[in-house]
C-alpha cells in the first residue's frame, strides 16, 4: 500500500524556518517525481514545487522563489521541504504528492498533510 | 502564468441529480487537464487525468472532457458521499495551477 506521511510542520514566528519532511513507503521510491501542494484555511490549493525522479530538475512557484527548497533522499525514501525567510501568507497544510507519468502529470497519491503556522 | 477558472464557485444539488462543473484555462493546455474531489479535512483525491481519463477506481460516474482552454467535469447521478469540493489542475506549464475549486451541496 503506498503511503505518504509528513512531519515536521508547527508554530514558527515570521522569518522563522522549517523542514519538512514526506517519508514515502509502499512503492519505488526513486522512480517517482514528487511534489508539495499546500492550502491555507479555507482557501484553494497551490502547488508549491517539484522534483524528479533523481534530483536533476526541480521548479517551484514564484512566491516561495529564494525561500522555499525542495529535496528528496532516495536512499532514505523522503522528500523534503525547507521553507525560510516564512511570511504570514506560507500558513496552510502543506501536502507531499507523488506524481504519476501517465498522458498528463497527475498527483496520485497525496500524505494527510502538516500544518505550518507563520504568526508572533 | 496559466489561470484556470472554475464555474460555478458552488453549487447545490440532490442525490440523483447529474451536475457538471466547468473549467476554463487562460491559454491552451492541450490535455494537461486533471480533476480533484476533497473532503472536508482531507487530502485530494484524484478523479479524472488527462482531461478524460478516469483514474483507476474512481466510480464509473465521474466523466471529464475538454480539450484547449475548456473543459468539464460531470457527475451523470450525484451520490451522498459526493459532496465535496473539486478542483481542476493544469500540468501543461509551471507554475502548475488549480482553479479555484466548487462546493457540492446538499440541497
Known amino acids: 500500500e503506498v503511503q505518504l506521511v509528513e512531519s515536521g510542520g508547527g508554530l514558527v514566528q515570521p522569518g522563522g524556518s522549517l523542514r519538512l519532511s514526506c517519508a514515502a513507503s509502499?512503492?519505488?521510491?526513486?522512480?517517482?517525481?514528487m511534489t508539495w501542494v499546500r492550502q491555507a484555511p479555507g482557501k484553494g490549493l497551490e502547488w508549491v514545487a517539484i522534483?524528479?525522479?533523481?534530483?536533476?530538475?526541480?521548479r517551484n512557484v514564484d512566491s516561495v522563489q529564494g525561500r522555499f527548497t525542495i529535496s528528496r533522499d532516495n536512499a532514505k525514501n523522503s522528500l523534503y521541504l525547507e521553507m525560510n525567510s516564512l511570511r504570514a501568507e506560507d500558513t496552510a497544510m502543506y501536502y507531499c504528492?507523488?506524481?504519476?507519468?501517465?498522458?498528463?502529470?497527475?498527483?496520485?497519491?497525496w500524505g494527510q498533510g502538516t500544518l505550518v503556522t507563520v504568526s508572533s | 502564468d496559466i489561470q484556470m477558472t472554475q464555474s460555478p464557485s458552488s453549487l447545490s444539488a440532490s442525490v440523483g441529480d447529474r451536475i457538471t462543473i466547468t473549467c476554463r484555462a487562460s491559454?491552451?493546455?492541450?490535455?494537461?487537464l486533471n480533476w480533484y474531489q476533497q473532503k472536508p479535512g482531507k487530502a485530494p483525491k484524484v478523479l479524472i487525468y488527462?482531461?478524460?481519463s478516469l483514474y483507476s477506481g474512481v466510480p464509473s460516474r465521474f466523466s471529464g472532457s475538454g480539450s484547449g482552454t475548456a473543459f468539464t467535469l460531470t457527475i451523470s447521478s450525484l451520490q451522498p458521499e459526493d459532496f465535496a469540493a473539486y478542483y481542476c489542475?493544469?500540468?501543461?506549464?509551471?507554475?502548475?495551477?488549480f482553479g479555484q475549486g466548487t462546493r457540492v451541496e446538499i440541497k
Open positions: 504528492a507523488r506524481i504519476l507519468l501517465s498522458s498528463s502529470w497527475v498527483f496520485d497519491y
Open positions: 509502499g512503492f519505488t521510491f526513486s522512480n517517482y517525481g
Open positions: 522534483i524528479d525522479q533523481d534530483d536533476s530538475q526541480k
Open positions: 491559454q491552451s493546455i492541450s490535455t494537461y
Open positions: 488527462a482531461a478524460a
Open positions: 489542475q493544469q500540468t501543461y506549464s509551471t507554475p502548475w495551477t
